[in-house]
């Protein structure tokens, strides 16, 4: 009885697994992700840093493939991640310089930005997906085969809003010099100075790129790991199948959604070097003026800025973190499976 009792909470629309379930395999993915993709940025931006060097008050986009953060350059300090001198010829040049010079571990010195914001926003995102994934299904009917593209939009548009405000505080503490102990002065001073909407500033761009980018990865992600599982005869994915699926999918997504991630990124580092110089960001561009003025600078093509760089780095994260998470949906299943089994054994004995 106690074993069936045990088993209660586990959803029949969450294949078997629980959300908090969801959640453990969707923060591990996180995790997983930004150890294998973390290097690859932080070798970018030293590659960056030599040919314009930044200088203080000075905005630089950091993203491991699952998250951007805009950090600002704030003194001198050699030994800042983003700051660290040094030639380099080539990608292959700095790691192994990198790696001489100070350490193994200086290539995941960028990590700690990116956990406190990807680790949250991931667990919201995909948790929250598997759930309306589930529930649209059933309410479908017929349609059911397009509810991973709403159910895909939905849930980043619940995660951009969760976190979107947290990502402006911490882009301020940063910009500022601040602790995390004065967080209550720097959300007070910013609702005094432009009222409670100014802690979402930037959420439309974010939206206009990310729930079109999501919307087309479950979507495409869905189609192509069932089409692989019936083109190889089996009935659960396997690891090859959702990494494949994830890589794929992934690639379509960023190619299609770049020119709304160059737009944003533009208008996110504005918005931050007004602040820095103590301009109110209402000064700062909209999403169209500043697609206007990319395409007057340097024609379509500026809308595509940082294609490959993009894509190198999105199709391994995508598919690292679905085969991750599916992974430890698998195992979870299993674990459950193997539970309910225990006490019928039980009972039969």
Known sequence: MSGHSGQSPVPVESNGITP??????????ALLTSLFVTPLDVVKIRLQAQKSPLFKGKCFVYCNGLMDHICVCTNGNSKAWYKAPGHFNSTLDAFIKIVRREGVKSLWSGLPPTLVMAVPATVIYFTCYDQLCAALKVRM??????????????????????????????????????????????????????????????????????????AMYWYN????????????????????????????????????????????????????????????????????????????????GGLFAGFLPRLIKVAPACAIMISSYEFGKAFFRKHNQERLLVPQQTSNT
């Not at 910009?175 to 720097?186: D, H, K, P």
């Open 141 to 214: 009917g017929s349609h059911a085969d397009e509810a991973p593209l709403l159910a895909g939009a939905l849930a980043r548009v619940g995660s951009v809003t969760v976190i979107s405000p947290l990502e402006l505080i911490r882009t301020k503490l940063q910009a500022q010099r601040q602790s995390y102990r004065e967080l209550s002065e720097v959300i007070r001073s910013a609702v005094q100075a432009e009222g409670w909407q100014s802690l979402w500033r930037g959420w439309g761009p974010t939206l206009l790129r990310d729930v079109p980018f999501s």
């Open 20 to 29: 908090f379930q969801q959640m453990v395999a969707s923060c591990s993915g």
């Open 221 to 300: 992600y869905e189609k192509g790991k069932a089409w692989l599982c019936e083109h190889y005869h089996t009935r659960e994915p396997t690891f090859a199948i959702t990494f494949l699926s994830g890589a794929v999918s992934g690639s379509i997504a960023s190619i299609v959604t770049l020119p709304f991630d160059v737009v944003k990124t533009r208008r996110q580092v504005e918005i931050v070097e007004l602040q820095e110089m103590n301009l109110s960001s209402r000064a700062s561009s909209s999403t169209l003026t500043v697609m206007s003025r990319i395409v007057a600078e340097n024609g379509i």
